[in-house]
């Protein structure tokens, strides 16, 4: 029972002490940061910075609203990066064939991959992009590999100066999905939300700052129930939850006998597209300063 | 609002008697029978016969339990389509592109068309063969088209002796997703679940009587966080959820900006494939007793 | 054997003079009138205009030459539609699951349709765009029924003031592939191409003007083989190749045993996504006069 | 200019002697065995075992066909790996959004993945069972990653006991498409028959043992080409085509200004599927040999 679990630092963050800014463009940013480690263990996160861009929750997004917040995303990724980083593994996690879960392999699909021109670029060209590479590694189930493993190979021979880790996230709040980006500086837990404890991706495992960049496309069913249910024990003038009586009406609504039950907006399909497109929009601003927006849309075309 | 909704006249039947009947095969047969205007008009569904068949919920199906399910639906089709039927359309509504809604495209690609075989195939092969036709009309908001008006023009061509209309349902119990499948004698209308209200498919729209045929692939968000609310209530002694104080707890937990939150087992996509195999099974069976399984299957390969 | 086989009529055009004109951009706009029946008859195709609009056949196109052909298609097509049209049906020929063959149905998912929204739209807005609806109503082998039978239904409730026919076409050249669209006042006859003779899409069974527009996908390999036999025997200085042995040396090295054996460019899937791409931009442009290229673009948001 | 290019050993044999047999199934099972540095030069491919398995090219296979086709695979894929195999790491080459080209990952997606529930199995279950991985590392332009690095990364952290390779190939003749399968125990080169010189895949590199599956998918269009014009030569009574006079022809009727422009029957992305299908039959049937083929489909449902 996945009842109140959130990816999102900003939900989670209990008392934590947050920077909120609100931008011109209407994004709000909000800044968290867990800097000891007994925080770290109240939250269940490991230590760092975590940004949160959020926007309005809107069935149809104004596309100067789309360049905003990948503007905004490719600042945050740059203020992570190492300086000078030249050469950058962009990796998309999560289950390809599982609409939701497949927002980190649709990002990857559309980062600007530039590795295997190493040298072949005429030196004006070549200096003003890095060195990216892209790789989705797939899920443990699908692949009987764990993503930490295939990535610790592929980090020895590519030898980044940094790795960007995309990834659905849950949240605990619906008005959270497709209009929250979250960036840290943490590196990430595949599967973690999924409750398969795997090897994290961090500076220690992959040997280069990871960071981890994600948008919540789910709220567990069981978090949804049981949030209501509080909600209305506090409209009652109710206290406290009863923990376990609420938990034992969440598995009388909420069958599991498939697997995680999750709650999507039903456009699900539309909105991966729509929120890997921003993505990978900031990831390649991020990496390519030197490239106008329109020279990596041509770089792109096909 | 879409709280409390289901497509399955087994959950909405109030005091309609059912017969029930457990066969060998671990599958529970149930047939409602509305047979009055009054009834129809507080069930908020037309006259007629609703089968339901249901098997336990599962992560991977027996392959025992999905011919079983294949060979019931077959002969509840059968009992419904009229003596002599020789040709039949075969149409899966819903948007192909929206995951748990692509059942009914995703049924269609895998029946067995043969009326353009008609007049080709050698006499003793096509005396066991109906002439089948089938086609995936898509949805208004894609198309501009009402499914109603497509099919209208293409059953006025064809001419059909009956029509098979396949559909993904909402449910209200999520222990009904992917376990229970219902064939009613009634037609269907599309995106009714949707709140869209368009034209009917029924006799007196096409011209030919409708089966319809659909299996609950969601439950909408605010059924599920209203029914633990009211379970809880119950749990509480509480005689009679308060209505209003309900629906304005579900509307904060449930996020509608992006259009109708739905809850899914994560592994929907997977759950569609084998739904749309069963159902396509059986009215591959249905529509060609004539011909074996493995007869089917061999004209289905590539 | 479709030896020598061409959709294009600039291609097969023999003695009809032409107008040709380099524009600006780069691009060439030929126009082949065939006028009378005679003519018709030995080009084997209908009467008409037909507007081939043709660039360089480059890996990367240009964004300035993907605008420059949207812009120009959409010239072309304003000048074959009625004056005054209002309402018009968009339909993308072709196997959806083939795909060099899936350019008109992934052509008619870019397409703006506005026709539900008939009457729901401030009179400002609506105004400025006409009433669209598209459908891509798939093959013959796939849903059983003809091309034509589907779509006259569709016509029928429709009413529209023009049908707009959207398929991959075969050329001659190789050079042709993707690098040139022809427009035609004709009306189309599907699957001509593939050998199956089944009913055109003109006026007469549409009932409303028909214009197709169509992009060459496909070489077919016998014709590639002859033509290579051809070139040989010319360089030579044999003035007439011997048909009957080119033909045998073609049915020695292309084995038709699974079907069409087609010639494409390795990258075809991607080619396919750039031209659909193109055609609808062109589509939008030309059926929405009052629209700008970025209004168009913000309402196919999502 | 790729002409007369194939990845098949027995299309490229010269002089080399082949034990061939025709099975009762109608397979017939051809050896070529490249023993001395000589023969490997000559014939440009590594020294080694190429076993050759042809069935009759056919529009619909008979199930009888398939499962014999998968039993023969299975068998010869046996023969290579090493006694007590115990962990295999199953790989799929080549671009999953390239049809012909997409059989490696398709593969993949149907293999049976056993490793991640080492340990979690009942004792007499996983007796056996082998310790299966699978990937499909994408194409060097796609990610950037050479698919050597990528996989000799996965390799180091799997210790696998031998590694599986399955490729789509370009054959010389178009009879072989989808009717020639070639397992070999020589390792494999990525993109040989593109072009692009990337490191092989053999024990070498990988540490273990590597056999290459693989099905020719396409002929070059320019094989067609000058093989149509060496055929009409030899006709002609001629001895020996004029190798430049040829290759100039061929310039002139295969544009590669899109890439390399390949031959492919029309349908040959249902074919992708049913070769796909095929292949992990046979690897499943070979890495389990102690499940039967009923036991391996119940293990892979959903």
């Known amino acids: 029972m996945r009842a109140k679990w ?28 867990i800097e000891d ?72 699909e559309r980062v600007l991959v530039t590795r295997h021109m190493d040298g072949c ?3 004006d060209v070549s200096a003003r992009m890095a060195s990216v590479c892209a790789a989705a590694p797939g899920v443990l189930g699908v692949t009987g590999l764990e993503t930490a493993e295939v990535l610790r190979g592929m980090a020895e021979h590519v030898q980044p100066d940094a790795v960007i880790a995309v990834d659905a996230l849950a949240a605990r709040s619906s008005a959270r999905i497709c209009s929250t980006i979250q960036i840290a500086d943490t590196g990430i837990s595949p599967g973690s ?38 909600d209305m024990i506090r409209e009652d003038g109710g206290t406290e939850a009863d923990e376990e009586k609420v938990a034992a009406c969440v598995e009388r609504v909420v069958s599991e006998r498939l697997g995680d039950l999750i709650v999507t907006p039903r456009e699900v399909d539309a909105l991966v597209e729509r929120m890997a497109g921003i993505l990978a929009e900031g990831i390649n601003l991020a990496l390519h300063p030197g490239l106008s927006r329109e020279e990596i849309e041509q770089l792109m075309a096909t």
């Open 193 to 230: 939300g999924v409750g398969n404890h795997q090897k994290a991706l961090t500076r220690e495992t992959l040997g280069a700052p990871v960071i981890a960049v994600g948008v919540p496309m789910v709220v567990y069913a069981s978090t949804i129930a049981s949030d209501a249910m509080s």
């Open 121 to 123: 670029l005429p030196d």
């Open 37 to 108: 480690e007994q925080t770290a263990r109240e939250l269940g996160r490991p230590q760092g910075t975590y940004v949160t861009l959020s926007c309005p929750q809107t069935m149809t997004i104004e596309l100067s609203m789309r360049e905003a917040l990948s503007r905004e995303l490719a600042q945050a990724i740059r203020q992570m990066l190492p300086e000078h980083a030249r050469t950058v593994l962009v990796t998309g996690l999560g289950n390809r064939s599982v609409t939701p879960d497949a927002l980190g392999p649709r990002t990857v």
């Open 6 to 33: 959130t990816d999102l630092a900003m939900e989670a963050r209990g008392s934590v002490p947050v920077s909120d800014v609100r931008l011109k463009s209407g994004i709000e940013r909000t800044v968290v940061r």
